[in-house]
């Protein structure tokens, strides 16, 4: 397929080069055709093709999960769409509807949100899924520091919520304090690890981190 270039007039520089990386990037075209909401979708997919985190029956919850392409892959492959697994879904943002998916418009920072997330599972969860981001100001250390924090504020609410032997996966960025959140990490889960899927841009700091074995508070 030819690269598609686009004119400069009307756009500054940074949106012409994020519009022109958007309609060459393969990943976007392959979204729109097999219908799933974000590219991110293929990411979550290739991580568990490798890990297999995603098996039929298991409880998951996705965190900052607008537009909801992580959503969709966890129902399809724990087999929520068809009643035998479980997905909520958490965003402050308003979620359109997704087969298997029992969405909650609330703050998971909220002190109640532990426990609100149990009773829609019905317990514990089995997996805790967070690839937020936080708006970025421009500026690298300091949209770092943001991404960390989101970060390690997930890990506590997986802490939460996982039942023992559960699994957490989270958006990290290289650059230093991502191994403070490692370290903890391994103090709770039997493996903890970094992961970088082929669908991560590879110009991108981007990384997963993952940890599995969750020993139980």
Do not use: C
């Amino acid at each position: 397929m030819p690269r598609v270039r686009l004119k400069t007039k009307g756009r500054s520089v940074s949106s012409k080069r994020w519009l022109e990386r958007q309609l060459n990037d393969p990943y976007v075209a392959r979204a729109k055709a097999e219908g799933v909401r974000s590219r991110a979708a293929f990411k979550l997919a290739e991580i568990d093709d490798r890990h297999h985190l995603l098996k039929t029956g298991r409880s998951v919850v996705d965190l900052g999960a607008a537009p909801g392409g992580w959503s969709q892959v966890a129902a399809r492959r724990v087999g929520a769409d068809e009643g035998r697994g479980r997905v909520v879904a958490i965003d402050l943002l308003p979620v359109d509807p997704i087969a298997g998916v029992t969405f909650a418009q609330l703050d998971f920072l909220d002190p109640s949100a532990p426990q609100r997330l149990r009773e829609m599972l019905s317990g514990p969860a089995d997996v805790v899924l967070s690839d937020m981001a936080a708006n970025a100001t421009g500026h690298r250390r300091t949209d770092h520091l943001k991404i960390m924090a989101l970060a390690e504020a997930a890990a506590e609410f997986a802490r939460a919520v996982l039942k023992p032997g559960g699994a957490f996966l989270a958006k990290v960025l290289q650059g230093g304090t991502e191994g403070t959140l490692l370290a903890d990490l391994k103090r709770d889960f039997a493996s903890v690890k970094h992961v970088k899927p082929a669908a991560s841009r590879m110009d991108s700091a981007e990384l997963y981190v993952l940890a599995t074995g969750f020993r139980g508070l």
